[in-house]
């Protein structure tokens, strides 16, 4: 199993989560941050440290999430770079951090 990052990080992109994870499995794109489904090792310490609520284990995705579990696993395919170390979030992170439907608002490139 995996954990994936849900379209509540769009427009946002905290990386709380980065900081913790014992094997670099994020990747970071323009607006978003995703999970590698083939590095992740499920220890869920990423998941309490999300400011947004928008990591899950594949699992226990929220009814209507369950699309991002592949859309993660094509932007790392895309070749989206692996980050380890936190940085600000986006400068309009905190209007964002509250709206759930932004699927629309994600940067492939």
């Not at 579990?69 to 309009?92: C, D, F, H, M």
Request: hydrophobic content about 40%.
């Amino acid at each position: 199993m995996t954990h994936v990052v849900s379209e509540s990080c769009i427009q946002c992109k905290y990386t709380d989560c980065v900081d913790v994870c014992p094997v670099d499995c994020f990747h970071e794109g323009p607006n978003f941050l995703v999970i590698n489904p083939d590095e992740c090792i499920d220890c869920a310490v990423c998941i309490p440290e999300c400011p947004v609520n928008a990591i899950y284990a594949e699992d226990d995705l929220p009814e209507g999430q369950e699309k991002m579990l592949a859309i993660n696993a094509e932007l790392v395919e895309l070749g989206w770079p692996v980050i380890s170390r936190s940085k600000p979030p986006l400068p309009q992170a905190d209007e964002w951090k509250e709206v759930k439907i932004k699927l629309h608002f994600l940067k492939r490139l």
